[in-house]
């Protein structure tokens, strides 16, 4: 049951779940939110913490390789022979004893040193200069020299090997050799020309003290940040541990490439399958912000849910227009949306900027992949045009012409050229040197130009006598030259008209080389030398200026940058050092990795991604593609602006629909409440205007309906109040009283009392269901006949009664029958003083109250009747319809009702209409509410007989009957 004070406890409790519900929707949102934001910011830690691992580990899987390591050391020792004996020494001391190294001059003779290996003079030299033949093109080996190389090498077929990879230790395992073999051009402290000559035994290698160097290496340049470890797959040597380094993690790195736990992510690497390296970083472990900050959110959510339910209780209580209640729950609502969609456009735009930034990188990939492919046509153009440059010079007759001819070559091309033209006999005829320092002096020294000529001329002799008949072997006189002018005969004639990279000690050129016969003319030999990578770096500028934009698979702007692949980039005026750190960077993973990568950097404040690829075809050089993420970035926020806009719009909607349902709904219910002000303040002639189609307008006619009826009910009241008499009436020793009672209904009931012209009291009970002024005015005139017939004693009761069933049950029926089918209850009923006898006549059912007996019906409960009763002095009796005291009981059930108070009869006869209800009330708890009509009747044994009466009429228009005693 509700109650009195307002809602029901269980209404409340559905409210505050309503609340609840609409508090914890963009609550939700917004933890989720941050819930996201914490899992990508803990993702994006833990994948730079797993790369950083996975480099190392791919960086320390290829420098504690036997071949790398030995090829460390070894290039140490070849660059401390610049720094004299003792610099020399150091590094020889670290290459071992597993190691036999040979030092020799530019004659191929055999130079003792400290630390180099002693003996095999004349094994090491004749593989020296076989290696230095087979340089040359010359692969002859007579059957004792390949048996003294096999005592060194193990095979013959490394020395060509050796000869195609100066400046490299090899690998001759695909020999059937467990060795390591290199081959070393180098200069000494003084720049004289000398060679080196390495042999490596793998069974000697000790791998694990190696990797332990290497690794306890690393280990002191990390200083904490990682910790290694390096155990023996078989379990056989001792592990060693650096401090801190998580153990545990260490034997699951036997079965998986890496494992985390303990706050550490470790990753392994295999050396030589024998030997397991790990390596571990701390790595923040999979986490929940909600989780972390659990109780913390918890408590800030019921703090805030309170507050709320706090504010808005007291805004209820002071009286909140409703207006104000509904904007503010529509306003929560469009709030909730409005954390939706900001919430879907961060996790939508995201994405989107993540799916273009990887479409960007495959699409710079795939253009990295075809500017690699497009160098092999750009030196095909080149060698095109220094054909062209030839067949030019063909056409020349003297010298002065081949002079021009040279000097049009572009200057763009010309300050990195070396072109000369020696004729066939070692004269030069014209020439073009580069503008930079010339890798031709580097090489030859002094004698650069004169040995030049020198190969030029033994290369037309090497010509003539391969068309004579000498084949591929050089003539004697060729033979007898040095080293480098036999060699570089040859390759003059091997290699005819071709762009081909020679190598003259650690310095490498691109050579073209071509013979001329001018008709009538000298022979001619052109040789042309680039310098150092120009072609690479002029092919690099050419697509930096020529690649801005694509517009496949998608239109975006970039920059292509050339790394060499060992120096570092010269920055210029318009590169910071940041941008010069960034690419330093790309760089050194670059060479470490040697597979395409991707890297985000920052410069000048913006985002871009450096995407590089190692050059196949341009080797020596690194492809670096640079693409600004700015339009990406840019369109994201112009996306979110546009995202949050529509958020924003979307909450000015939410509340202009807010505000017109305040106005479909207010606005008739203002109405309504007005109508409800009417009826409070009884102002029934008002009605309600609303028409709006629902269920408002439903109450607003109910309203409507309800002021008619009050209005009605009013009336009825106003004329049933002067129909009811107000005073009891005596009557000689007879005092009758009436009660009547109708609450909530007007206009049903009535009682009245009258006087006869014989000096008796005539009294009667009416009842109808007619409630309204129709039935007030139909009492009204029952009322009106009942006087009139009793004050001229023209009937006797039972036509009264007939007469008055017929008025009020509107003619139906014969006299006996009207009350019952009309539904109307018609009691009336005449006393005569001088026979003391009660004379009734009914047309319905009644009761018979007697002082100390239980209610009988009147009649035995018949429907229609008549009876005379005498009633002894000091005798009471009432009358009343059965319906007003036991309900619709039938006239047997209506005998087991219980007497009547005592205090009902003892009651004064002017105060029965006020305390006689109580009475009745506490008898039958059930007449609550309902009407109820009863006609007391009293006989006073103090009577004197003989008194006279008189009349007067009342100001309210009853007649009432005074009995003054003699």
Known sequence: MPSKGGASPLARLATLAVAGVLYAIPLGLVLGALEQAHARRLAAARQAVRDDLQEIAAHLQRITQPLSHCQ??????????????????????????????????????????????????????????????????????????????????????????????????????????????????????????????????????????????????????????????LTDLAGVASDWFDPGYPRALHDRLRREPEAEGQGWLAVGSVLARQYLIGVAAPCPEPSSWLAAHGVGVVAASLAGFLGLAGLWWSLLRRGLPLRWQILLLVGLAGSGSLVAVLGFAETWLAGREARLIRARRQAA?????????????????????????????????????????????????????????????????????????????????????????????????????????????LPPEVERESPPVRFGAKDFLSHPRELKTVRIGRH?????????????????????????????????????????????????????????????????????????????????????????????????????????????????????????????????????????????????????????????????????????????????????????????????????????????VTAAEKVHRQMIPRRPLTVGDLTAAVLVRTPGQIGSDLADLGSTPTGGLAFCLLRQDDRTIGGALGLAGAKTLFRLRSEHDEDDPASLADALSHRLGGGGGTASAAGPLADVEVLVGRWHPGEATLEIAWRGRFLWLGAGRPPQPVGDGAAAGSL????????????????????????????????????????????????????????????????????????HPSYRPGATTAMSRPPDGDMILEMPCR
């Not at 610099?87 to 630390?115: E, S």
């Not at 060795?179 to 720049?191: C, I, L, N, Q």
């Not at 001018?518 to 200026?545: M, N, Q, V």
């Not at 009547?900 to 209409?913: I, K, Y």
């Open 868 to 939: 005379r009763r005498s009633l002894p002095p000091g005798e009471a009796v009432g009358l009343a319809p059965l319906t007003s005291l036991a309900g619709d009981r039938a006239a047997a059930g209506a005998s087991a009702l219980p007497p009547l108070p005592p205090a009902f009869w003892e009651v004064p006869a002017d105060r029965l209409a006020v305390e006689g209800w109580p009475l009745l009330e506490r008898w039958r708890p059930e007449l609550a509410g309902h009407p109820v009509s009863l006609i007391r009747l009293e006989r």
């Open 508 to 712: 490498a050129m691109d050579r073209y080389s071509e013979f001329i016969e001018i008709p009538g003319g000298p022979r001619l030999a052109l040789s042309i030398y680039l310098e150092g990578d120009c072609d690479k770096r002029a092919f690099l500028k050419g697509i930096h200026r020529r690649w801005r934009g694509t517009t496949f698979p998608a239109s975006f702007s970039f920059r292509i940058y050339g790394l060499p692949a060992h120096d570092h980039p010269v920055t210029d005026g318009r590169q910071t050092s940041a941008r010069v750190r960034e690419f330093r960077r790309l760089q050194d993973r670059l060479n470490l990795t040697q597979t395409a990568l991707e890297q985000r950097s920052q410069f000048d404040g913006q985002d871009w991604l450096l995407v590089g690829r190692p050059g196949s075809r341009l080797e020596g050089f690194h492809l670096v593609m640079a693409v600004p993420l700015a339009p990406i970035q840019q369109e994201s926020r112009r996306l979110a602006g546009w995202f949050r806009l529509l958020a924003v719009l979307l909450l000015i909607f939410a509340l202009t629909l807010g505000s017109l349902f305040l106005d479909l709904v207010l606005i008739p219910l203002q109405r309504v409440l007005e109508g409800l002000d009417h009826l409070a303040a009884s102002r029934f002639t008002q009605r309600v205007q609303a028409r709006t189609g629902d269920e408002i307008e439903g109450i607003a006619e109910g309203i409507n309906t309800l002021l008619e009826e009050m209005e009605q």
């Open 72 to 229: 460390d050391r070894l290039d140490r020792f070849v660059r401390a022979l610049r720094f004299g004996r003792e610099a020399t020494r150091q590094a020889a001391r670290a290459l071992g004893p597993w190691t036999q190294v040979f030092l020799f001059d530019d004659q191929g003779r055999q130079m003792p040193m400290a630390g180099t290996t002693r003996g095999f003079t004349r094994v090491s030299e004749t593989a020296l200069r076989l290696i230095r033949a087979s340089q040359a093109g010359d692969r002859r080996m007579e059957a004792r020299e390949e048996r003294m190389v096999q005592t060194l090498l193990g095979d013959a077929r490394a020395v060509p090997r050796l000869a195609q990879a100066p400046g490299r230790l090899l690998d001759l395992a695909s020999l059937g050799q467990r060795k390591f073999a290199g081959f070393f051009p180098t200069r000494d402290r003084h720049g004289a020309r000398c060679y080196v000559l390495a042999v490596v035994d793998r069974d000697r290698l000790p791998l694990p003290t190696l990797a332990r160097e290497i690794v306890g290496r690393f280990s002191r340049r990390a200083a904490g940040a990682q910790a290694y470890a």
């Open 365 to 473: 990939d795939r253009m990295l992949a075809r500017l690699d492919l497009e160098y092999a046509a750009f030196r095909g153009r080149l060698v095109e045009q220094c054909r062209g440059l030839g067949r030019r010079l063909a056409a020349c007759r003297t010298d002065a012409e081949c002079q021009r001819v040279i000097g049009a070559v572009t200057p763009r091309w010309r300050r990195w050229l070396t072109i000369l033209l020696f004729d066939d006999a070692g004269r030069p005829r014209a020439s073009s040197y580069a503008e930079v320092p010339s890798t031709i002096d580097l090489a030859f020294g002094r004698e650069g130009l004169g040995l030049i000529g020198r190969i030029s001329r033994s290369a037309w002799v090497a010509r003539d006598a391969q068309f004579g008949g000498f084949s591929n072997f």
